[in-house]
Structure formats: C-alpha cells, structure tokens
C-alpha cells in the first residue's frame, strides 16, 4: 500500500530559530500533498495545500511567511516553521493523494518550542 | 461551508460489546466521507470510505458505517470490540461540488475499550 514518511518524528528547537518537516510519499508520485496542524486532543486542521511544482495554497488565516512550503518533486513536500515561538508547538502531520479521493497520512512530526 | 459533526467526543465501552460512533456532516449536493483512527502519536489510518454506490460501507478491522443521505449522518460502527481498538476516530468529509481533495474532519471521538 500507498506510504508516507515523515521526518523527524520528533524536534524541540529554542524560539526563534526555523524547523523544517519533510514528508515524502515513498512508492508512488504525488502532486497534491496537505499540511495539517493538530493540536492536544483536537482534531485535524489544514492549514494548506501543496501542489509539486507551483506555490502552495493556504487556508485562511495561516500565515504564509511563517509557514514555508515547497512541493520540490512529485515524492517530496517540506513545511518550514520560521521563527518558531512556544505558539508552534503542536504536532504536524501531512498527507498525499494517490489515485481518486484517498489521501494518505505521514506519521506525524511532534515540535516542541522551547 | 462544509462541516462535521462528531457527536460524542468519548466513548467508553467493554470488550466484546457493540459501539457507534456518530457523525453528521452539514447538507451538500454530494459528498465523499471517510473514518480515520489515530492511534496515539501517530497519523491517521483510513478505515473506510464511501464514495458512492451501496450506503453500507465495510472497512478493516471488522468495522462498517451506513451512508444516510436524509440524514446526512455516516454512522460508524463495529458488532465486537477489542481492547486493540481503543484509539481516537476521526469522521471527515470531501465536497464534491468543490472539485478538490480537501478534507474537512470532526473533532474525533476517543474510543475506550475496557476489560
């Protein structure tokens, strides 16, 4: 079946330097994969879409420039949290899309803010 | 907009017991819906979706769910539970008319299995 891998699984980074998350989709080629943040006990919230090859697109009242995106190759997507602040932490997980209508999740990357 | 509704946000519930876990998802022409489980510190495992054809879904783990257009509900539901089972439930769903992959989830719904 379809994989998503993410890494790493876990970060803590002091405040106000950059993380960066990679998700790859490791047996098949994807030019749509999501971005979503996950906070304690709640559910999933996308904050944006990222398509291979052109800029991604984010829902409202995520911030793009703090949250960078780069979709560089069909298996490779990489979130940026710039300046990261004790707010960011939460636990990050993506997903892609493979054939019609099923996305597949990456295992999540936990970031700790310190 | 399109949203979803998870009613209860636990369930707790013996082993070998039946479970039901609800969801209602506002009014659409037409829409994709999907149960994902996430067990703890990790991604989500799709269990089932339904995208068109027969109402009733069957999905792994021995689970199904019931597609209630009138009642815009997809009703999650397994006949036995393990302890295995125990895991947070996630309903989402996908507009069609919106032409996208985008999905909108629940709140989840912690599944407690006890012995």
């Known amino acids: 079946g379809a994989v998503v891998s993410q890494h790493p699984s876990r970060v803590i980074c002091k405040s106000g330097t950059s993380v960066k998350i990679e998700c790859r989709s490791l047996d098949f080629q994807a030019t749509t994969m999501f971005w979503y943040r996950q906070f304690p006990k709640q559910s999933l919230m996308l904050m944006a879409t990222s398509n291979e090859g052109s800029k991604a697109t984010y829902e409202q009242g995520v911030e793009k420039d703090k949250f960078l995106i780069n979709h560089a190759s069909l298996t490779l997507s990489t979130l940026t949290v710039t300046s990261a602040h004790p707010e960011d932490s939460s636990f990050y997980i993506c997903?892609?899309?493979?054939?019609?209508?099923?996305?597949?999740f990456g295992p999540g990357t936990r970031l700790t803010v310190l | 907009a399109q949203s979803v509704t998870q009613l209860d946000s636990q369930v707790p519930v013996f082993e070998e017991a039946p479970v039901e876990l609800r969801c209602n998802y506002s009014?659409?022409?037409?829409?994709?819906l999907f149960w994902y489980v996430q067990y703890p510190n990790q991604g989500l495992q799709l269990l089932l979706k339904?995208?068109?054809?027969?109402?009733l879904v069957k999905g792994i783990n021995g689970f199904e769910a019931e597609f209630n257009k009138s009642k815009t509900s997809f009703h999650l539901r397994k006949p036995s539970v393990h302890i295995s089972d125990t895991a947070e439930y996630f309903c989402?769903?996908?507009?069609?008319?919106?032409?996208?992959?985008?999905?909108?989830f629940g709140t989840g719904t912690r599944l407690q299995v006890f012995p």
């Open positions: 339904y995208l068109s054809g027969s109402t």
């Open positions: 009014s659409s022409v037409s829409v994709y």
């Open positions: 997903s892609a899309i493979q054939g019609v209508n099923e996305q597949f």
């Open positions: 989402a769903v996908s507009d069609r008319s919106q032409n996208t992959d985008k999905l909108i």
